[in-house]
């Protein structure tokens, strides 16, 4: 299976920080990455799928770049709604992995 | 307004079975691919099963292949997931999740609420 590493594993950040996240693969991907979102209690929620196509409803501020092993998120200015748990997760191979997450907490 | 309503779950002993359904509303069920997703109380997210838009392509993770059986019923709107021989690693939220394709391309863009499983003696 595809290993999937996300950095750091959790940030603390303040409202209207920009925070960058990161997500290695085991191996390339190509371009078959997505981006989740996940509030306390809750599902996740899809923000970006393929590198960088935002998730209709999402706001532009989230945007993601990248290919083959190296992918970033990035919230170009931190709103209070952000404070979450972020996942990458590969679709290039079956089964479909996801990374640990990345915990945003504020500082 | 997409909605996905699993029902099912519970406390179930080493060894025996459950069934969870899902409940699909708000959408043309049978233009999506389907998936069960579980996340163990306080850890990360593991893909389990999907299935495509007529039931002609079934995939598995492989800790589940064999015990647990995907299907869906496109007339009634829902997706099941049967569950046998049930380990206590099996203990999760089981979310049922939609696909953005006919078939199993793993990008889930509507969720369910999650169905909480465990397994205990």
């Known amino acids: 299976d595809i290993q999937m590493t996300q950095s750091p594993s959790s940030l603390s950040a303040s409202v209207g920080d920009r925070v960058t996240i990161t997500c290695r693969a085991s191996?390339?991907?190509?371009?078959?990455l997505n981006w989740y979102q996940q509030k306390p209690g809750k599902a996740p929620n899809l923000l970006i799928y393929?590198?960088?196509n935002l998730q209709s409803g999402v706001p532009s501020r989230f945007s993601g770049s990248g290919s083959g092993t190296d992918f970033t998120l990035t919230i170009s200015s931190l709103q209070p709604e952000d404070f979450a748990t972020y996942y990458c997760?590969?679709?290039?191979?079956?089964?479909?992995?996801f990374g640990q997450g990345t915990k945003v907490e504020i500082k | 307004e997409v909605q996905l309503v699993e029902s099912g779950g519970g406390l179930v002993q080493p060894g025996r079975s459950l069934r969870l359904s899902c409940a699909a509303s708000?959408?043309?069920?049978?233009?999506?691919?389907m998936h069960w997703v579980r996340q163990a109380p306080g850890k990360g997210l593991e893909w389990v099963s999907g299935i495509s838009w007529r039931s002609d392509n079934i995939v598995y993770a492989d800790s589940v292949k064999g015990r647990f059986t995907i299907s869906r019923d496109n007339a009634k709107n829902s997706l099941y997931l049967q569950m046998n021989s049930l380990r206590a690693e099996d203990t999760a939220f089981y979310y049922c999740?939609?696909?953005?394709?006919?078939?199993?391309?793993?990008?889930?863009?509507?969720w369910g609420q999650g169905s909480l499983v465990t397994v205990s003696s």
């Open positions: 708000g959408f043309t069920f049978d233009d999506s691919a």
């Open positions: 191996q390339s991907i190509n371009v078959y």
């Open positions: 997760q590969q679709t290039y191979r079956t089964p479909p992995t």
């Open positions: 393929i590198v960088s």
């Open positions: 999740a939609k696909d953005r394709a006919v078939t199993p391309q793993f990008q889930f863009d509507h």
